[in-house]
């Protein structure tokens, strides 16, 4: 439990504001506690832990009653019917074998708790930094729509004294029906994002996520150690395997060992008549032990065999997703160095589109305004918010691949 909170502060300080951390924290500890998924997970272990009971057990007593139909004729009088019993014991440790593969089973079914509850943590954040992104490109659309009703003006005042035309004027409220179409697309792109998001936190639906502070891109990231890859749950989940395997072959050489039988046999003996002698009609009880021993065992070098293989299978299994871990642990490290040199190249832009809008407006005070100029600027800086915005979030979504890697 101490490396899931470990994991869970270091996706909280992905957030440059305290407000947003909090929020974070809040709906994943939500996420965490109601989640189906990790429920799930944590049955499947409590149903493994369990079994620790069921192999605790010795096979079943055995009681037998027989009536002689035909009475044997003994010297101490005429056998009427016998009771017996029996109990198999398994060579010693056997029992203790099975308790420890059981467990050593369980380890490994915890280990995927882990990794479901890293898998959710990442899944939350991610989905919180697309409604960012889409809350946030609302935003902007809306500001723009605003800045463009504020051109329109402004041409409609030139075309009154001559220096527009009405082409101008149609051209900008063209560009506002744009605008107001991606802002209603976004608007149901962020309801589905929505569903996905309360689903994570297994919630109603329609449940509105709260408004979303502003997301600003770190002044430096954090450190990433990526020799902690290699104990990431999802490669110590193998090691686990691997280890209940070698219980299993330890329980199987235990199996492979003779089983210890004692019982006891009473005979009721009748007594007979006409005579009169110390012994006439004495029972017989009959202390038995018996040894089964598997003289045919083809079943457990069999057994040995496949665990042998197993364990070679595992091993690859394990080399095969650090491969996979490394390969995405390296593209979102890079992919976050992209982000932020991106986002300063936005911002720099973006400045640039500011000073060249501000020249046009001192144009437009001269006299002299040209607005398809003005239209140009305008899409450029829209792109250029945009992009920033797709920087910010695409720095903390890889953040969180990052964290769900090596934390």
């Not at 470990?6 to 929020?23: E, P, R």
């Not at 009154?160 to 900008?172: F, I, M, N, P, Y």
């Not at 650090?322 to 720099?348: C, D, G, M, V």
Request: charged residues 25%.
């Amino acid at each position: 439990m101490k490396s899931i909170k470990t994991v869970f502060f270091l996706f909280s300080i992905l957030f440059c504001l305290k407000g947003n951390a909090q929020q974070l924290e809040t709906l994943i500890n939500e996420a965490l506690e109601n989640n189906p998924e990790i429920q799930k997970f944590e049955l499947q272990y409590k149903r493994v832990s369990e079994k620790v009971n069921e192999v605790n057990t010795i096979p079943n007593t055995e009681f037998g009653v027989g009536y002689f139909v035909s009475e044997p004729e003994t010297r101490t009088g005429a056998q009427r019917f016998k009771v017996s019993a029996k109990q198999m014991l398994p060579w010693f440790g056997t029992i203790t074998s099975r308790e420890d593969y059981v467990t050593s089973l369980a380890d490994a079914k915890y280990e995927e708790i882990v990794i479901a509850k890293r898998k959710l943590m990442a899944s939350v954040s991610q989905s919180y930094y697309n409604l960012y992104a889409n809350q946030a490109k609302q935003q902007v659309l809306s500001d723009n729509i605003k800045l463009l009703e504020t051109y329109e003006t402004m041409a409609l005042t030139s075309v009154e004294v001559g220096k527009a035309s009405a082409v101008d004027v149609l051209r900008l409220q063209m560009r506002q029906n744009e605008m107001q179409q991606l802002k209603d697309v976004l608007q149901q792109q962020f309801l589905a994002e929505q569903t996905n998001f309360n689903n994570l936190l297994n919630r109603e639906n329609d449940v509105v996520v709260n408004e979303i502070e502003e997301l600003m891109m770190p002044l430096e990231d954090f450190d990433t150690t990526t020799q902690n890859l290699a104990l990431h749950p999802e490669l110590l989940k193998y090691d686990k395997l691997y280890q209940s395997v070698e219980q299993s072959e330890l329980l199987n050489q235990k199996e492979s060992s003779p089983m210890i039988g004692f019982g006891l046999d009473y005979i009721n003996v009748e007594k007979r008549p006409d005579m009169d002698f110390s012994d006439n009609g004495k029972d017989i009880i009959m202390p038995m032990v018996s040894v089964s021993i598997p003289i045919f065992n083809k079943k457990y070098k069999s057994q040995t065999k496949q665990n042998e293989l197993q364990q070679q299978e595992i091993l690859s299994q394990k080399q095969e997703r650090l491969n996979t871990l490394e390969t995405l642990l390296s593209k979102a490290i890079n992919e976050r160095i992209s982000a932020r040199i991106s986002y300063a190249t936005q911002t720099k832009n973006l400045k640039q589109a500011k000073d060249a809008e501000d020249i046009l407006i001192k144009s437009y005070e001269t006299g002299n305004i040209d607005f398809n100029d003005v239209l140009d600027i305008q899409e450029l800086q829209l792109k250029f918010q945009m992009n920033q915005i797709e920087s910010v979030k695409s720095y903390y979504v890889q953040s969180a691949i990052i964290n769900y890697l090596i934390q």
